[in-house]
């Protein structure tokens, strides 16, 4: 360090300049930095090592690169600083006030954010797994390129975000706002998104195998060709959204409303629908072989075509269901509601039939039916 500019170690001549290269800025002078770290400061990257700044002023400063791992910057002022490549790795940063703040490139792992004002920050990127971002504000943060995985986001509005592509593997975003978000191609496997809105949010191609969705609202959701395999949705509103090839192969739906919903070509092998709200859903050509489907309502359903083989569908409401040229071999439909039912084509051999209602029911022969 310059002595000259900076005698005693301590910063008493940055009033003018605002120059802090080379300084010294340890615990011991943390008050001279409050009262003199303003505007236009220059800091290089060896300093601030495990240091405490609390309710310190940094606004405006230029930290590129600079090392603050560990730090404790609860309450600071950051906005509009340049942190670009810095290491914030397990800093605490919260209540801290990072509008607008320039994080390109920067170390996040497991920084501490709760509380934190991030609107308008640059975040592209960044490092961010196991970082936990419950700030008040993360409004028109720019995410391009960061690694989201294990992040704490519950809680957040994300609304209209764009999340596509990103790593959100193991995310906590329960109770998130990802209305209309764009999440096409994320990965949000093993994701915890519990009570969280999707409502609209565009997820083709996104990874959601084994994420927990339950009670999560996904009414309209863009789900094509998404992997849900082993997701758990006990629960979740699902009505209207397009599922037209994807995997659920093993996912549990039990209780999901899944009415309207588009499961063209679905693989939903061995997924529990027990007590799923499938009226007017369209499941035509769909794999729902060994799926469960113990007390779930059909009414207006199409399954044209669909693979029910070993399904379980005990005293499930069929009524005026399509099951033309369906497979049904060895499906269990005891007790299930088939009033007007369309069976034109369906194999039924092995089926167990007993107690079903086939009132008005076309048969696979062609031949009508008025058995109750």
Same mark, same amino acid.
């Given at each position: 360090?310059?002595?000259?500019?900076?005698?005693?170690?301590? %910063?008493?001549?940055? /009033?003018?300049? /605002?120059?802090?290269?080379?300084?010294?800025?340890?615990?011991?002078?943390?008050?001279?930095?409050?009262?003199?770290?303003?505007?236009?400061?220059?800091?290089?990257?060896?300093?601030? %090592?495990?240091?405490?700044?609390? &309710?310190?002023?940094?606004?405006?400063?230029?930290?590129?690169?600079?090392?603050?791992? $560990?730090?404790?910057?609860?309450?600071?002022?950051?906005?509009?600083?340049?942190?670009?490549?810095? #290491?914030?790795?397990?800093?605490?940063?919260?209540?801290?006030?990072?509008?607008?703040?320039?994080?390109?490139?920067?170390?996040?792992?497991?920084?501490?954010?709760?509380?934190?004002?991030?609107?308008?920050?640059?975040?592209?990127?960044?490092?961010? @797994? !196991?970082?936990?971002?419950?700030?008040?504000?993360?409004?028109?943060?720019?995410?391009?390129?960061?690694?989201?995985?294990?992040?704490?986001?519950?809680?957040?509005?994300l609304s209209k975000a764009d999340l596509s592509r990103k790593n959100l593997s193991k995310a906590d975003l329960?109770?998130?706002?990802?209305?209309?978000?764009?999440?096409?191609?994320?990965?949000?496997? $093993?994701?915890?998104?519990?009570?969280?809105?999707?409502?609209?949010?565009?997820?083709? !191609?996104?990874?959601?195998?084994?994420?927990?969705?339950?009670?999560?609202?996904?009414?309209? +959701?863009?789900?094509?060709?998404?992997?849900? @395999?082993?997701? /758990?949705?006990? &629960?979740?509103?699902?009505?209207?959204?397009?599922?037209?090839?994807?995997?659920?192969? $093993?996912?549990?739906?039990?209780?999901?409303?899944?009415?309207?919903?588009?499961?063209?070509?679905?693989?939903?092998?061995?997924?529990?629908?027990?007590?799923?709200?499938?009226?007017?859903?369209?499941? @035509?050509?769909?794999?729902?072989? !060994?799926?469960?489907?113990?007390?779930? %309502?059909? =009414? $207006?359903?199409?399954? =044209?075509? +669909?693979?029910? @083989?070993?399904? %379980?569908?005990?005293?499930?409401?069929? =009524?005026?269901? #399509?099951?033309?040229?369906?497979?049904?071999?060895?499906?269990?439909?005891?007790?299930?509601?088939?009033?007007?039912?369309?069976?034109?084509?369906?194999?039924?051999?092995?089926?167990?039939?007993?107690?079903?209602?086939?009132?008005?029911?076309?048969?696979?022969?062609?031949?009508?039916?008025?058995? &109750?």
């Open positions: 360090m310059d002595k000259k500019r900076f005698p005693n170690g301590k %910063i008493d001549v940055v /009033k003018q300049k /605002k120059d802090l290269s080379g300084a010294d800025l340890t615990r011991g002078w943390r008050e001279d930095l409050t009262d003199d770290a303003r505007y236009g400061m220059n800091l290089p990257p060896e300093f601030l %090592i495990g240091d405490d700044l609390r &309710r310190v002023d940094l606004s405006g400063a230029n930290m590129v690169g600079a090392n603050l791992k $560990g730090n404790t910057l609860k309450e600071a002022n950051l906005e509009g600083a340049n942190l670009e490549g810095a #290491n914030l790795e397990g800093a605490f940063l919260e209540e801290t006030n990072l509008r607008g703040v320039n994080l390109k490139g920067a170390n996040l792992k497991g920084a501490d954010f709760s509380g934190a004002d991030l609107s308008g920050a640059d975040l592209r990127w960044v490092d961010l @797994s !196991g970082a936990d971002l419950g700030g008040k504000y993360f409004s028109w943060a720019h995410l391009g390129g960061a690694n989201l995985s294990g992040v704490n986001l519950s809680g957040k509005n329960k109770g998130a706002d990802l209305s209309e978000a764009d999440l096409r191609g994320a990965d949000l496997s $093993g994701a915890k998104l519990h009570r969280a809105n999707l409502n609209g949010a565009k997820l083709t !191609g996104v990874d959601l195998s084994g994420a927990k969705l339950h009670r999560a609202d996904l009414s309209g +959701a863009d789900l094509r060709r998404a992997d849900l @395999s082993g997701a /758990k949705l006990h &629960r979740a509103i699902l009505k209207g959204a397009n599922l037209s090839e994807a995997d659920l192969e $093993g996912a549990d739906l039990e209780g999901a409303n899944l009415e309207g919903a588009d499961l063209k070509e679905a693989d939903l092998r061995r997924a529990d629908l027990s007590g799923a709200d499938l009226r007017r859903a369209d499941l @035509s050509g769909a794999d729902l072989k !060994g799926a469960i489907f113990t007390g779930a %309502i059909f =009414t $207006g359903a199409n399954l =044209t075509g +669909a693979n029910l @083989s070993w399904a %379980i569908l005990e005293g499930a409401d069929l =009524t005026e269901m #399509n099951l033309s040229c369906a497979r049904l071999f060895r499906a269990n439909l005891k007790g299930a509601i088939l009033i007007g039912a369309n069976l034109k084509g369906a194999w039924l051999f092995g089926a167990n039939t007993d107690g079903a209602n086939f009132f008005r029911v076309t048969m696979p022969d062609g031949s009508y039916m008025n058995m &109750r």
